[in-house]
């Protein structure tokens, strides 16, 4: 009877729980939420996860069905896993020693950490077929570490830890009565306080001291297919099924179960069931995730911001951050899950570029936008748009406030309030002045022409009264704030308060007005903060003068752009820039809240609210964040290493070991278990104490070659900006063994050798410079001579040249006197003879008288050519070609030796000058020929090759010995006149075989 009456509560607790859940479904709805992605640029190229899974070293795993991949805070790296594994990863668990235990289409296999890396453990049945998992949820370890697993079959296996060093380990099968399964549903298996459960038909069952229980309606479990177990923190044992689920608290006689959002299909074999830190309930649903408090039901769908395809696995890592892996778009991690909550136009609001946030007397959150102004519907979770009077809407507001509970807020021209707890907004006037109104402690200041007046709204009404004329120069306040009972404004870049019926600027010690720009605020120790143009200022105000306590510039926050300062209860100060939320905290750290942490947007507006539980609100222009209570600076970044590789060798920390020299060469491979903060990440590093930090590209640190000796490498974790704290520094000792040729020994064979190099060089050296020196007093001795030879040549030439001059002049003399004198005295003879003849004959003068005259004129005038023509060859006047030919026919005429001219170039780019010279060396040579040689043939040959000319005189003759003393002048003449073309005259000849003169000169310029 009491064990009916039991099942008759557990059916009626169900029912109940179901009803429940549909009235708690119907209100579910939620915020707006913000996810990171890794897909292929993270390097996960599988991108349909099965689990995730994270393991005491902060590896997070991710089983696809294209691999293993493990993420080391950085990047996704796929693991090698055993040839016989296959590629298909069904499920992954961590034991409790840290060990993972995979599952793949091959079978399942332990990844094992040795001193030489990881190696994989098959496991495998009695008679050595490979054990299977198909799930991770199949697979669970009791308080001695014994594997427990059920295997495609529904047959249950124990696996004991085996011996160090084995490459298997061998199942065995549990003796339990084997058990129905529903179709469709892979049962889930749990290890919990002595018993092992499991899934079976459409309940569960309990295997415990050798005897298995049923649980099922009568005990509070409704009849379905439960697909999930969970083993809470505080040990219940929740199940999950397609549409239910139920828990089983620690002691109590039956289940609890409430209705879920439903799972349809064979989805209820994918997705999971985890616990987060406040002990709520996470699952996948067939439209998302749903959370479980105790109380209701929150459900993230699409709309919400997941990605839209089925969520197929969850796990929260070390940190508490929410991990999703999505069917078909890889992992996704969860900004903020718990710390942050987001809310933007898909909650209600009129827009995403909220404004301001306050809360009036009634605790009733306000948001005022772009668009508009809505108020937060706690029971709903949504933003409500309220009506204005004349069924306008409130486009936007500013300076809003509360005063005695109620709402105030500017709105262009016109102020209006809302009483507290009403949603009803009135209109209480409308003036222009408004629009340059500022707000104050409680109270708006206006400044118009006549004057500043002070607004306060009361719960009466609004009392309206002057203060006093308007600051100095006219200028207006862009922000107000109250210290110590006075009203302290920000004007045209100066502080100003009114104080005894007077303005008064705040100075600093110097007397020099405090500069300040946009806003500022008073902490709770009554400092001031604001800005003055080169960042943020911390002031100690005492009597209206400023002592600045603290600077921190614009470089500390990363070039960001300020907007406003607020001090909070708490003692923390907020600074909202362009790039988010900079955070002082009470010790002194600063702390960055972005979009990649839990910030819906980095571009922040000036609102910002501490509500009635400690909850922060900052808005953005892109909706609004808000900060739970409990929400603290992130962890100092800490590295870890991954990796080590020397050249080929790779290790998984420092080597104890000297490393070769061949292998001096380092790149390590981090890792950080800051999986939050790893894109806010710069990775420094630096070579020694000593040295300067250097920033590295990514997480995997290319150093390079590095030298012999003791190294030790220093890393640390840097946030993006100088304000965030660096992480703890990571010291990597090692030494690199030094070259064969750096050792001791090698060392002083080398200083040997070098110093036999040295003796031998200089040795070496010292024979050459001898060798030199006499070569060199050999060529002076010869270059000696040659000058004497030379100079006595000269010589020699001078007085040929002196001695051929006067015998020319004798021999023109005596050609003129024989010649010329015999001729005209001939002539004169026989004109006389003809005077006479002609004076016989009677007075004329006939032919015969003058033929004889004519004659010997004919005669004179041959004569008279050829010493011109011996003297200067007219040839010359028509040009070089024509001389040569004229020179080879008179050679021709005078010996009866055939001589032949070939000219092969044009001859215009040689002067006048230059011609003669090169006819007087063809001259000579002729005139050496006709003495010499007795030759049957001459040729004269010309041609230009490049840049210069050669002119070559060849004869048949006999020949001579060019060696032999000369006892002429003729080759000495030709060589002076070459060398004053600036050419060369080579003479080749030999006895027997001819002689050949070649002149060659250069073009000239």
Known sequence: MRRHMAGLIGRCRAALAGVLLLLCATAATAEHIVLESYQEREGLTGLTPNCLVQDPNALLWVCTENGLFRFDGFRMRREALPSDAGSTILGASIDRDGRLWVGTEGGLFIRQDDAGGPR?????????????????????????GVAYLMDPDRRLWSIAPGPAGATALVAQPLDVPQTQGRPGVVPPLRWLRGALWFGCGEGLCEWRDQRLTAWGPDQGLPADGWGHLLVARDGSLWARSGR?????????????????????????NYGTLIEDRDGAVLTTTDKGIARWDGRAWREWTQEDGLPDTAIRALVFDAEGSLWLGAGGRGVYRWVGYGQVDHWTRADGLPSNVVTDMLQDGSGRLWATTREGVAWFDETRRRFVVPQVPG??????????????????????????????????VRLVMSDPLLAGAVMGTNAYYVFGPAGVERLTPAREGLRREGVGPLPPGGERAMAAARSAGSEWFVGDGRVLRWQDGAWAALVDPAGVPVPAYLDLAFDREGRLWLFDGTGVRQYAVTDGVAQLLQRFPPELFGGAVPCFVRSTADGRVWVGTDQGVFILEPDGRWWQLHHGNGLVWNDVDPGFLVDARGQTWITTSAGATRVHPGARPPPLPILRVDAVEFGAQVFRGPPTRPVPWADRRLRVTLGTANYSLARSLRIEYRLGPDMAWRTAEGAVL???ALEAGVQLLQLRAVGLTPAEPAGPVLSMPFEVRPAWWNTPVARVAGTVALALLWWASWWMLQRRAR?????????????????????????????????????????????????????????????SVA??????????????????????????????????SQLRPPALDGGLLAALRWLASEFSHGTGVACTVAVETDLRELSPELATMVFRIAQESLNNVRRHAQASHVSIRLAQDGSHWTLTVRDDGHGFDPTRAR????????EERARLLGGQLEVDSAPGRGTEVRLRFPTPA
């Open 120 to 144: 994989w453990v098959a496991v495998r049945k009695p008679d050595g077929r490979m054990l299977s998992l198909r799930r991770s949820r199949q697979l669970d370890w009791d308080d001695r």
């Open 244 to 268: 239910q689920l139920a828990r089983l608290t620690s002691g109590a006689p039956g289940f609890e179960a409430v209705g879920a959002p439903p799972v349809l299909g064979g989805w209820i």
């Open 391 to 424: 069924a306008q809407r409130v486009r936007s507001w500013r300076w809003p406030m509360v005063v005695a509970g109620d709402l105030w807020w500017i709105e262009n021209e016109r102020l209006f309030t809302v009483k507290a707890g009403s949603t009803t």
């Open 702 to 704: 290319d150093v390079g």
């Open 771 to 831: 060798a030199r020196r006499r070569a060199l007093e050999q060529a002076i001795t010869e270059r000696t001579a040659e000058l004497e030879s030379s100079r006595e040549a000269l010589r020699r030439l001078g007085e040929h040249n002196a001695r051929s001059l006067e015998d020319e002049r004798k021999r023109v003399s005596r050609e003129l006197h024989d010649e010329f004198g015999q001729q005209l005295v001939a002539l004169r003879m026989e004109v």
């Open 835 to 868: 005077g006479k003849r002609a004076a016989a004959a009677g007075g004329a003068v006939t032919a015969e008288h003058l033929a004889p005259l004519l004659a010997r004129l004919d005669q004179l005038v041959a004569t008279m050519r050829t010493l011109v």
């Open 967 to 974: 006892h002429g002048y003729g080759v000495l003449g030709m």
